[in-house]
């Protein structure tokens, strides 16, 4: 069933930065109620803080999305405070790139927490409430382009976004007769901060500093903000829209997916690293 943006209450997490703060004003803008969650609640109060600028209501939670126990009592806090979302956005993120065999295994297990297991978390706990309530809803799933595509840049992070791509598509065929739609959202080269905080495995001697800083120019240079992908977040919800990649290189390389395969491993293959 169409999902009512105006007067809705609208989760966003990893609401403190990026496309989760982006995504907060564009939906604040249609005058929704505001849930923010973010490991950095700082972060997220100011983003509540430019939230009620644009005379929307926002409440900031501080939670690790990776964290169980936390997120289910966050559910419940939200439920029996707020009501239960109209919409869900589980967005909170990080970034790891190198060698599969150079990450650590503490950052192979954080990767994995917060970006699947934190959308897992959202998932089932906030899609329960939506069934239970019988009003329909929406939940969108921020994944990557780089889901679509092998990488040996960047396989762990690959992984667990292609792992939310699939997890988006299982559910909304679960959910569409309860009038739930499902979006999984795959940005390509998008500039925010993620560059910045991500983890980058391999050599000593100021080798992944090198990398970091070269990933920053690059996407300066791309010059891609978080603003286009909120808009097409906020298309994704009024469409029902399935898989919304965003910026020419995630369509690009959704199409090698489905048209030539092996290209996209031969791409891998060479691609520096």
């Known amino acids: ?9 609208v989760l966003v997490t990893g609401a403190g930065s ?12 249609e005058r929704v109620s505001l849930v923010l969650a973010d490991i950095d609640e700082d972060a997220a109060q100011q983003t509540a803080r430019l939230v009620r600028d644009l005379s929307a209501v926002a409440s900031v939670h501080g939670i690790d999305v990776s964290d169980a126990a936390a997120m289910e009592t966050f559910a419940l806090a939200v439920r029996d405070q707020l009501g239960v979302p109209d919409i869900i956005i589980n967005n909170a993120g990080i970034g790891v790139a190198g060698r599969f065999l150079d990450t650590p295994l503490v950052v192979l297990d954080r990767v994995v927490g917060v970006n699947l297991w934190g959308v897992i978390h959202g998932c089932r706990l906030f899609g ?42 299982c559910l909304r065929a679960e959910l569409a007769p309860h009038g739930i739609g499902v979006s999984a959202i795959c940005p390509g080269i998008i500039d925010t901060d993620i ?7 391999g050599e000593d001697g100021g080798g ?64 520096p690293l």
């Open 195 to 201: 560059v910045r905080t991500a983890h980058y495995a």
């Open 208 to 271: 992944p500093d090198r990398r970091r800083e070269a990933a920053m120019r690059l996407y300066r240079r791309r010059a891609y903000s978080a603003d286009r992908v909120a808009e097409r977040i906020l298309v994704a919800v009024r469409r029902n829209v399935a898989v919304m990649p965003v910026a020419p290189e995630a369509h690009a390389l959704r199409a090698l997916s489905r048209i030539a395969p092996s290209a996209g491993r031969r791409l891998a293959r060479v691609a």
């Open 128 to 169: 329960a409430q939506l069934v239970a309530g019988g009003r329909g809803g929406h939940i969108v799933n921020v994944a990557s382009a780089a889901a679509f595509a092998p990488s040996r840049i960047l396989p762990a992070y690959a992984t667990t976004k292609a792992a939310v791509l699939m997890l988006s598509e």
């Open 18 to 29: 990026g496309i989760g703060r982006a995504t907060a004003l564009r939906f604040a803008r």
């Open 1 to 9: 069933m169409p999902v009512r943006i105006r007067g809705a209450t």
